[in-house]
């Protein structure tokens, strides 16, 4: 996901900002002040890339304007370069006066808002059979959930029905039976979020940091991971906290089957996307 777009004059003078989400533990401003003078020397229409803890700086000279973007290291590098590459060309057809008018402003917003809106986020439900990832995701897009527990084969794949914020989300959920556990890197690849569910049992819950936590943690070093404590209802489900203590992730507490967890998880998706 592209979080931020940075618009800069030949001067080396910033005339458009636009922040859709937040970058913590690093100082982008700061970071840009290095970055924009290497990206105005480089050849025009050539990109490269600064990467720094779980982001990914993007950059480009393309006539007067250097532009960059700041996504996430789980975007696919060349749908992040395809996107500044379209966004940089259609700048350059706009005739642009300095400073910008309101009107021009307003144009490049709408423009900033759908390149973000091209690279959809990817957010992938992890767990063993039966822990209700296919319950989630039916909670989550508004759809009837089913009270049958059916096997997903090999894996899922939806739009959320709400978009969260400019971003379009795509939620992957995996075959949860353990001969579908080698292929899990591969659905899980890529993923911007990843939800680790389990169904609260003492059982499920060690299994789950044992043999899922090493797949997700190895394969998808810098997604946001939180962990899904589901079917709280249970008599033998452990509280949401103390899942929480045995995997080492934030837990959210959730019943699957009752709708009135679909608002609170929507917008726990929310907070990890733009935060």
């Not at 992890?126 to 508004?142: A, C, H, N, P």
Request: contains cysteine; proline residues 5%; hydrophobic residues 45%.
């Amino acid at each position: 996901m592209i979080r931020q777009i940075y618009i800069y004059a030949d001067t080396g003078t910033p005339i458009f900002s636009r922040k859709y989400a937040e970058v913590k533990e690093v100082d982008i401003n700061e970071l840009l002040k290095f970055i924009v003078p290497i990206a105005q020397n480089l050849n025009e229409g050539s990109i490269e890339h600064t990467d720094i803890t779980r982001y990914r700086i993007s950059y480009m000279r393309l006539g007067r304007f250097t532009n960059v973007f700041v996504s996430d290291r789980t975007s696919e590098t060349a749908r992040v370069e395809e996107a500044l590459v379209n966004f940089s060309r259609h700048l350059e057809t706009l005739n642009l006066n300095l400073p910008l008018s309101i009107e021009e402003v307003k144009i490049l917003e709408k423009i900033s808002e759908e390149t973000v809106s091209l690279i959809p986020v990817k957010i992938c439900l992890v767990g063993f059979g039966g822990v209700g990832k296919t319950t989630i995701l039916k909670l989550l897009r508004y759809e009837e959930i089913p009270l049958r527990y059916e096997p997903t084969i090999f894996g899922e794949r939806a739009m959320l029905v709400i978009p969260v914020g400019p971003y379009k989300a795509v939620l992957f959920t995996v075959g949860g039976q353990e001969r579908f556990m080698p292929i899990w890197d591969i659905l899980i690849r890529g993923s911007d979020v990843i939800f680790v569910v389990t169904d609260s049992t003492p059982e499920n819950v060690e299994r789950t940091k044992t043999h899922v936590l090493p797949i997700v943690k190895e394969t998808a070093k810098y997604a946001r991971i939180i962990a899904i404590a589901n079917k709280q209802d249970l008599a033998m489900a452990l509280p949401a906290y103390r899942v929480e203590q045995i995997l080492g992730l934030k837990t959210f507490g959730c019943v699957a089957i009752d709708p009135a967890y679909r608002e609170p998880l929507l917008n726990l998706i929310k907070e990890i996307l733009l935060s």
